[in-house]
């Protein structure tokens, strides 16, 4: 019932920008923390970057200064923005997000994922 919808990938040149977002439906009470996972072909999947409910923040040193995470708590959605992209950027991007859907109950959940190429 709980799902996380991802919009935003496509492809972009080196040195674009890419906004993504990630918005939760269903019966959550609260977010306790939201967030960003890629995974490149081959590649293990890795952070991106977290966003939990006290306003802290996580990136992966690889995107350190280039990628933003926010979020629309009215809207139950999170950003990722992202500006200066690389084709090393090249993954596709899962949102992420620990949910409570009843009192004192939580679990996380997984978005689909979206395709993010970084080519001229």
């Known amino acids: 019932q709980v799902q996380l919808v991802e919009s935003g990938g496509g492809l972009v040149q080196p040195g674009g920008s890419l906004r993504l977002s990630c918005e939760a439906s269903?019966?959550?009470?609260?977010?306790?923390?939201m967030g960003w996972y890629r995974q490149g072909p081959g590649k293990q999947r890795e952070l991106v970057a977290t966003l939990n409910s006290g306003g802290g923040t996580n990136y992966a040193d690889s995107v350190k200064g280039r990628f933003s995470i926010s979020r629309d708590n009215a809207k139950k959605t999170v950003f990722l923005q992202m500006n200066s992209l690389k084709p090393e950027d090249t993954a596709v991007y899962y949102c992420?997000?620990?949910?409570?859907?009843?009192?004192?109950?939580?679990?996380?959940?997984w978005g689909q994922g979206t395709q993010v190429t970084v080519s001229s």
């Open positions: 992420t997000s620990r949910l409570y859907t009843s009192v004192g109950k939580w679990d996380d959940y």
């Open positions: 269903g019966t959550i009470i609260s977010i306790v923390a």
